[in-house]
């Protein structure tokens, strides 16, 4: 009797949790369950849950390697979880690829375009899926209603036209309406607006809003804070490849958010350098209103001799963007560029070179290393013609130079004929170092310089960027992690959007700060 | 454990290096054994002779396949200054010859210009000039074949130095010696070499890419120039339509056994000859020994896929 008591009971819950389930599920057009992705032992994406309700915009957040567009991948059936489900429209499935994504529908519009460009405005948006009659293709009704989907959106583009006659921010809107057309239920965003103007964006978020009255759920990848709080109802934060939260946009602030984002990512390192005013010291370089568009805006700075500037900002801030202008590797719109006084004009990074600049780059690997060259060639390939005595390298010199500053930088390597590619990481980074220090520069740029190496090698490297300074070389140190420029700078500046949206100076300078401003967009005086 | 590892591949390295050295030296131990009549001075000044076009073709092409490029117009190169050269020889003038390099060594910078300012593709760029220059040379000549009558210019070529060295022994050594130079203790080659390895990095490192590429270019046609020179001496006459006709396809050969990273990288010189002496050393050997010419070419094709095969095909 009381078996069966109990039997009921237990049968009852179970049937009222699975209407609950049914009901959540009804609710959110996507659930994402425990997934977990390794590569080559390195864990991507560890335990992430997170779901989507129907006709809402949902913000996926974290910085670079958070896990983001991996998490994507699996989501869209490029890659393949290790572990973990996803429910898509009440019904359980792994997407073996990427087209029965799209026909279960799921559109995603990448940040690099994946539409051909010479075919028409209409062939991309009806690809693989052209109307047919009996003679062929059905063009006439094709272009109709291509022509119908952009007419409703109110936007001015001839159907009949090459892809390639319309900028980026057509061509992204051209990719939604593919989307639209294919009644897609999701749709996946990753930085839509990374390459449009504000105009642009105005028209894109518009779209937004009238897929969100037809019940589209759309997931919306951006590094710009303003974006996220404008359009999407709610945000999903990933850190290093785990599942942070997911919050109400309304119960969020963009503080909190940067917190969760970058915050908590402090090393114990004992390196406290001192502090100091250089505002008086002599001027090595001075930026004035250069442009980019529409990386960098206005931006304007000075820097001193033997200062350790830094810059802060979110991934897509300009920062990296804005060195490379003052190396010469881009070109600015507008602006000027001083260095000791002395207006510059930078064609390429020879040049900078010249002027006694050295940049230390964000991707080692790919703009830094000769992988199948020496240590010793690679430490002298920047100073060779100080090594030449009567037009021929002087190898006893070249042996010197490069075993000075294996030893003074503590290079680990059996010899200095040993191949670069064969040193790890840390020591990679230090024979790049080398070969700047060797040329004596008055202006050492850092991108990133303590990315992908370990602990020990890190506080090394932090160590003689502060020796530069003492010896008199000014440096801008660009990182993403907050801690390590609140260690090591004078100064810090603080981009958005391309833009300088404030200086941090002496005692003011933590990670709240830095924080905060890139939160508010205010100024420190008005925070203080 | 590591230690010995990366010994073992610091030797493996070395030995890639010099695995066209080695495998020349083979194939001339193995004709010594059981080719008739090989050790004479008669087979060491002709695989000079007949090598020494490739050889040239092949120093400028290495340079150039360092850089991650390619040359196909070096044949036509030679064939346009065999050409401009004869036909002033026949008016009288041998000033012209020099014209002749000028003209030849302008068109190497014009293709280092397309390649390095107008970022075309190398293959692009010297399969136009290919063509050009040899439309070029055939339009000068007009009517075919230019032959000159100059006796003393063809005596002093053909006449062997101390007795057993032919001349082009020593136009090969001296070409050599100063590409080796070059390569190897100069500014230029260590930026070349840098370049090949990674041009991005190569560009921010403050290296000026656009010389670097043109000069390439520029020396490859030079020698060019130095070969269309011996083909044109040694018959007293230059046919605009075969001069150098297919020529850049050797040199291509050579470079590739000599362990020059078709991905650019490390100008290998010393493989490079060594390369262009062991395709001629198996043209000759099949000549001495009986076995027709078709047999020579699949050799070659199987000593072409061996080096690939040792020097690693990585794709970067």
């Known amino acids: ?528 | 454990m590591s230690s010995i590892t990366k010994n073992f591949r610091f030797e493996i390295t070395i030995f890639r290096k010099y695995v066209s050295v080695l495998a020349l030296l083979a194939l001339i131990i193995f004709n010594c054994l059981f080719t008739q009549n090989f050790v004479s001075w008669v087979t060491f000044s002709n695989l000079f002779i007949q090598a020494s076009k490739v050889v040239l073709l092949g120093l400028g092409m290495t340079l150039i396949i360092a850089t991650g490029g390619i040359d196909i117009s070096v044949g036509s190169a030679m064939g346009l200054s065999a050409t401009i050269s004869a036909i002033f020889l026949v008016n009288g003038e041998p000033a012209g010859i020099l014209l002749s390099l000028i003209v030849v060594a302008a068109f190497g910078v014009l293709c280092g210009t397309l390649v390095s300012k107008f970022s075309i593709l190398p293959l692009i760029a010297t399969l136009a000039l290919r063509y050009i220059l040899r439309g070029l040379a055939q339009g000068l000549s007009g009517r075919g074949t230019v032959t000159y009558n100059s006796p003393a210019l063809t005596q002093f070529f053909i006449t062997p130095i101390a007795g057993h060295f032919p001349i082009h022994f020593f136009i090969l050594v001296i070409a050599v010696i100063i590409m080796y130079l070059v390569v190897n203790r100069m500014k230029f080659g260590f930026q070349v070499e840098a370049y090949g390895n990674n041009p991005i990095a190569a560009k921010i490192a403050g290296i000026n890419t656009t010389k670097i590429i043109i000069l390439c270019y520029a020396v490859s046609a030079i020698f060019a120039w130095v070969s269309g020179m011996l083909e044109m001496i040694m018959v007293s006459s230059a046919d605009p339509s075969t001069v150098g006709l297919d020529m850049e396809i050797d040199a291509i050969a050579a470079a590739v056994i000599g362990g020059t990273p078709i991905t650019g990288g490390y100008p290998n010189i010393i493989g490079t000859v060594c390369g262009a002496l062991l395709l001629q050393l198996i043209t000759m050997m099949c000549n001495m020994n009986n076995v027709p010419y078709s047999t020579a070419l699949m050799i070659k094709a199987g000593i072409i896929v061996f080096a690939l095969f040792f020097h690693g095909f990585r794709k970067k």
């Open chain 1, 1 to 528: 009797m009381y078996i069966v008591l109990i039997l009921k009971y237990f049968l009852s819950s179970l049937l009222i949790l699975e209407t609950k389930g049914a009901k959540s599920m009804e609710e959110n057009i996507l659930e994402i369950r425990n997934i977990t992705k390794h590569f080559a032992g390195v864990k991507a994406l560890d335990n992430v849950s997170f779901s989507v309700k129907r006709g809402e915009v949902h913000a996926l957040m974290g910085e670079n390697g958070a896990g983001k567009s991996t998490l994507i991948k699996v989501l869209t059936g490029i890659y393949k979880a290790d572990s973990g489900e996803i429910y898509f429209d009440e019904k359980k499935c792994m997407f073996p690829n990427a087209l029965s994504a799209q026909h279960a529908g799921i559109s995603t519009i990448y940040q690099e375009l994946n539409m051909i460009p010479y075919l028409t405005v209409s062939e991309n948006i009806f690809l693989g899926r052209y109307p047919m009659q009996r003679a062929g293709i059905d063009w006439k009704s094709m272009n109709e209603m291509a022509q119908k989907l952009v007419d409703d959106i109110g936007v001015k583009i001839d159907v009949r036209k090459p892809l390639n006659t319309y900028g980026t921010a057509k061509q992204q809107i051209i990719s939604i309406l593919r989307a639209i057309s294919l009644k897609s239920k999701l749709i996946v965003m990753d930085e839509p607006t990374s390459s449009l103007d504000s105009n642009e964006v105005d028209i894109l978020f518009g779209i937004i809003d009238k897929l969100k009255k037809d019940k589209v759920a759309i997931v919306f990848i951006t590094h710009r804070l303003d974006e996220v709080y404008r359009m999407c109802d709610c945000i999903t934060v990933l850190k290093d490849g785990q599942y942070e939260g997911t919050y109400d946009i309304k119960e969020l602030s963009q503080y909190e958010l940067l917190n969760k984002m970058i915050g908590k990512k402090i090393l114990s390192m004992d390196n406290n350098r001192v502090k100091r005013d250089f505002s008086t010291d002599e001027c090595v370089l001075e930026v004035s209103h250069v442009t980019r568009v529409p990386y960098v805006r206005d931006v304007s700075f000075k820097l001193h001799r033997g200062e350790i500037v830094g810059f802060a900002g979110l991934l897509g801030s300009g920062r990296t963007e804005l060195a490379r202008i003052i190396f010469g590797c881009d070109i600015p719109n507008s602006g000027q560029i001083q260095m000791g006084g002395k207006l510059i004009h930078l064609s390429s990074p020879k040049d900078a070179v010249a002027q006694g600049m050295a940049f230390c780059t964000e991707n080692r690997r790919e703009e830094g290393l000769f992988p199948d060259i020496s240590v010793q060639n690679n430490i002298a390939i920047c100073t060779l013609s100080q090594l030449c005595t009567a037009g021929f390298i002087n190898l006893k010199k070249r042996k010197r130079l490069s075993n000075e500053y294996i030893e003074k930088l503590g290079i680990k390597t059996p010899s200095g004929e040993q191949l670069i590619k064969n040193l790890s990481g840390g020591n990679q980074q230090k024979v790049i170092l080398a070969r700047w220090l060797a040329t004596n520069p008055k202006l050492i740029i850092f991108d990133e310089p303590t990315r992908g190496i370990d602990v020990g090698a890190k506080a090394e490297i932090e160590k003689l960027v502060c020796e530069f300074s003492d010896r008199g070389i000014s440096v801008i140190f660009i990182s993403s992690e907050m801690s390590e420029l609140v260690r090591n700078c004078d100064r810090i500046i603080v981009l958005r959007d391309g833009m300088i949206v404030g200086e941090l100076k002496g005692a003011e300078i933590s990670e709240k700060n830095i924080m905060w401003m890139i939160a508010n967009k205010k100024s420190i005086d008005s925070l203080m």
